[in-house]
């Protein structure tokens, strides 16, 4: 079976600090596809990242960058100089895959961390 | 307008009524998920479909059921709705061509808010 753990329920910050989200993921399965989604008070779910399991590379997009590390089961989301309209509650899942490469169809989500940026 | 479009956006409805959620989406994808939202339970899969004749349960499937009408479309029917079927309901697509950009990442719909009293 699956986990994804977010320890932190709640972050707050004051506008222009960096933040980072943690995320912490098991699996025994090899291949596999982590993500990172964005849920603002509107309530829909915003895809911003996936990184499979055999791509350990960090990426940056703007203000976001991301950290994946296997050796930890670690795949940490940090926002740099937080804005206001990042407010949102952000959720990392895991999605794994068969030999095959086919696909269980079953994202498995952490609780979420509720992120809020004051002005 | 939204790839991945779900109708009604918010419904209030009585205990034992039928309802139905609708999605469809444009983005040519053969694969669409139903999952529902509670607090502090996360997100839930209901069932999912890897094309129009392929149809499984999920995690939390009695109470439902489910019509993949064409490639586009994916309905989710609460036959006699409770009260504990109140959440956040979210459709969503993937692609299953690994190689592609896109490929295997799960777009949601905006989501529908469902209220039975």
């Known amino acids: 079976a699956q986990k994804v753990t977010q320890a932190q329920t709640e972050i707050s910050v004051v506008e222009k600090e960096d933040v980072t989200l943690d995320c912490v993921y098991e699996?025994?399965?090899?291949?596999?596809?982590l993500f990172w989604y964005k849920q603002p008070p509107s309530g829909e779910l915003v895809f911003l990242i996936r990184?499979?399991?055999?791509?350990?590379q960090n990426e940056i997009s703007g203000r976001y960058s991301w950290n994946f590390q296997k050796s930890t089961s670690s795949f940490n989301f940090t926002i740099t100089a937080s804005q206001v309209v990042d407010s949102a509650v952000y959720f990392c899942?895991?999605?794994?895959?068969?030999?095959?490469?086919?696909?269980?169809?079953?994202?498995?989500f952490g609780q979420g961390t509720i992120l809020t940026v004051h002005p | 307008d939204a790839d991945v479009t779900q109708t009604p956006r918010n419904r209030i409805t009585k205990t034992g009524k039928r309802i139905m959620l609708e999605c469809s989406q444009t983005?040519?994808?053969?694969?669409m998920y139903w999952y529902r939202q509670d607090p502090g339970l996360g997100l839930r899969l209901i069932y999912y479909?890897?094309?129009?004749?392929?149809?499984n349960k999920g995690e939390i499937s009695d109470g439902y059921s489910v019509s993949r009408q064409a490639q586009a479309k994916f309905s989710l029917s609460l036959e006699s709705a409770i009260p504990n079927q109140t959440a956040l309901y979210f459709c969503?697509?993937?692609?299953?061509?690994?190689?592609?950009?896109?490929?295997?990442?799960?777009?949601f719909g905006e989501g529908s808010w469902l209220t039975v009293v």
């Open positions: 699996t025994r399965d090899t291949t596999y596809y």
């Open positions: 990184r499979n399991s055999f791509d350990e």
């Open positions: 479909s890897f094309d129009v004749k392929d149809i």
């Open positions: 983005k040519g994808h053969d694969r």
């Open positions: 969503a697509t993937s692609d299953s061509q690994a190689g592609s950009l896109s490929g295997n990442t799960i777009y």
């Open positions: 899942a895991l999605i794994v895959y068969n030999a095959g490469g086919t696909s269980y169809g079953k994202l498995t």
